[in-house]
């Protein structure tokens, strides 16, 4: 990270700590007061701000707090303040409101419970808050153009080494409060969105419904990933980075075990949504956030939706010696067949690759069972329910066991083998085109 600093002029005046190696301070080319004002258009402005929330600080603190730039684009303490304020962090404080007919708190809306909720809390936008065991400060000022109300944000520290210490606790605090949540990269039209979700209900392992030696393949590698260290790796010159890839027919669990992996490691996770919005940037974006996460895994959705221009150079990010260090990372498709070649071609980029295929007769008892499908039916209908749903997926497993609760819930007694001749039907018109449609003739459509 480079950092760059501001001063008042009282402050370069009087301050030692702004010289280099013992140097004088550096002459100030233009320092703003109201004689001068205007003779740098929009200097006036932006120097009124910044002096307000410096007096802020003092009055509250009484210690300078000098203004801080950073060329670093992952400026994760950005989301670590909004988690503060959300839930209620002693450590930091409200230290004033920027402009008085702004928002000073935000509605929030939270359906991730079994009841949503509203709740009020304080803005990130237009206040300045502190961490004053830290001597740090952070506000998100807002600025207003013809178009519309921007916002810049400022980071305020009472010196070099505290603001250094605050960074330095940066990365272990996003990991520990990214353990029990995952990471969501979206690309959009307007740059990768990132937020955070909650991990509202782990799928457990055992819940998982693959054949026996993929399934312990893949978490044995996993397991293997997290109990190991760099210092393992470095010592026997291997690179800390490992990658899978799951391909199949949709609906066959790819999405279920990717959920029970983030449920259950030791670390945190991360998934990211290819879109026709990814670009170069947005690849170097989720990676650098990444490694600042590591150990984790970070799951690729969808891998083959990867823009054609984006491809060569998402490649050379795989092959780089420190991009995916402490990242295991996890591909999804259902489309093989689109797969770009050098991503299976080179070892580093995606080292196994694991078809999740329609289950066969075993899972596909195995997962009837765990829905409780025998809630409704006897052994009788679950081995003729087992041996009638040949070719299914599991999501389509699951609407049997759905369609046969509704059922039962009505009528007391499921016709599961009408469910699955229905379903059948449906699949086969949709797997030849047939779509039917009623008119006043009676049924019209392609074939």
């Known amino acids: 990270m480079i950092i760059s600093t501001h001063n008042t002029v009282q402050e370069q005046e009087a301050s030692p700590a702004s010289s280099v190696s013992g140097n004088p301070p550096p002459p100030v080319i233009y320092s703003y007061d109201q004689q001068s004002e205007g003779r740098i258009d929009g200097y006036a402005e932006h120097a009124r701000l910044i002096d307000g929330i410096s007096r802020a600080l003092y009055d509250r603190y009484g210690i300078d707090y000098r203004l801080y730039a950073s060329s670093d684009p992952n400026i994760e303490y950005w989301d670590l303040l909004r988690s503060d304020i959300l839930e209620g962090n002693p450590e930091v404080q409200h230290v004033a409101k920027i402009f008085d007919k702004l928002e000073e708190k935000t509605i929030r809306y939270d359906d991730e419970g079994d009841q949503p909720e509203y709740g009020v809390h304080l803005s990130v936008l237009n206040n300045v808050f502190a961490y004053p065991k830290w001597g740090v400060a952070l506000a998100r000022v807002p600025f207003f153009r013809l178009n519309g109300v921007y916002h810049e944000d400022y980071v305020f520290a009472v010196g070099d080494a505290e603001l250094r210490s605050f960074l330095g606790g940066i990365r272990t605090r996003e990991r520990q409060q990214n353990m029990n949540k995952v990471t969501v990269f979206t690309d959009t039209s307007h740059g990768i969105e990132r937020r955070s979700e909650p991990v509202t209900r782990s799928v457990t392992r055992d819940e998982v419904v693959l054949a026996a030696k993929i399934k312990k393949e893949i978490y044995r590698s996993i397991d293997q990933f997290f109990e190991s260290d760099r210092t393992f790796y ?33 670390g945190p996770a991360a998934y990211w949504q290819i879109t026709e919005y990814t670009t170069s940037e947005s690849v170097k ?152 449609k009623e008119t006043a003739a009676g049924k019209v459509g392609f074939f």
């Open 234 to 266: 470095r010592t026997y010159n291997i690179p800390y980075k490992r990658g899978i890839l799951l391909y199949g027919h949709p609906g066959n669990g790819k999405t279920t075990l990717v959920k029970s992996i983030a449920g259950s490691i030791p």
């Open 285 to 436: 974006s989720v990676f650098e956030a990444a490694s600042r996460l590591a150990p984790m895994v970070l799951i690729i959705e969808d891998i083959d939706s990867m823009p054609q221009e984006v491809r060569s150079f998402f490649l050379n990010t795989l092959d780089g010696a420190t991009s995916k260090e402490g990242i295991f990372l996890i591909g999804t498709t259902n489309y093989p067949e689109k797969i770009d070649p050098g991503l299976m071609n080179r070892a580093g980029r995606f080292d196994r690759a694991y078809e999740i295929a329609l289950p066969d007769e075993i899972l596909r008892r195995q997962y009837l069972e765990l829905r409780g499908l025998g809630n409704f039916v006897d052994d009788e209908a679950m081995a003729e329910t087992v041996r009638l749903t040949e070719g299914f997926s599991l999501a389509q497993l699951g609407e049997v066991y759905v369609s046969a609760a509704l059922q039962w819930h009505e009528h007391g007694e499921p016709h599961v083998q009408d469910i699955i001749f229905n379903m059948r039907g449906e699949l086969d018109k949709k797997r030849k085109n047939e779509w039917l």
